[in-house]
């Protein structure tokens, strides 16, 4: 991680922290704690994935629920890093953070917890278009039908070995880039 890069992620992990004394989290405890968890980033080529929180191993752990001293690192997606994700950026930080706290899976709790943050009603769509932009980031061709036009992202050639669901068709590959 460069140093741009370090300084807008440290930037929306006290942007997000500070939401997160608004809504209520335990200013002494948690958000003391959450203050010193380590940030790094995913690969690159990271599609499904925008963030995972990663522990140390379970015999390290000083309690029998997780804390954030039991975290090594809290990564998240480089792309993520750029302006216009700034919303999704938070989401995605303050989603790992709660994992941070000790709520490890997705349950009703976790996604009560969830729920406060103020934008995380744009989740759903921004989530899909950082997805949409990562696939197209990691594929080098496109797979097109030249009667139905249905075009679908690839990172290889088709080399004339497939062809179109709907038509039948031989599929053409052109290159993205
Ligand atoms: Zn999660
Ligand atoms: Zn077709």
Request: contains cysteine; glycine residues 4%.
């Amino acid at each position: 991680m460069n140093q741009e890069e370090s300084l807008v992620l440290k930037k929306s992990v006290n942007s997000v922290l500070d939401t997160m004394v608004k809504l209520g989290f335990d200013i002494t405890k948690e958000i003391s704690e959450l203050k010193h968890i380590k940030m790094g980033l995913l690969r690159k080529s990271s599609v499904y994935r925008h963030g995972v929180t990663r522990y140390f191993p379970t015999s390290k752990w000083d309690s029998k629920k997780p804390n954030p001293s039991c975290v090594r690192v809290v990564d998240i997606h480089p792309l993520l890093l750029e302006p216009e994700w700034e919303i999704y950026r938070e989401i995605i930080i303050f989603h790992e953070f709660i994992h941070c706290l000790g709520y490890l899976g997705h349950n009703k709790i976790f996604y009560k917890l969830e729920s406060l943050w103020p934008t995380i009603k744009q989740k759903k769509v921004l989530g899909n278009k950082f997805m949409k932009k990562l696939k197209l980031k990691n594929s080098t061709w496109k797979w097109i039908c030249p009667k139905c036009k249905i075009e679908v992202l690839r990172q290889r050639k088709s080399s004339g070995k497939y062809i179109c669901i709907k038509c039948n068709c031989k599929l053409i590959d052109k290159a993205i880039r």
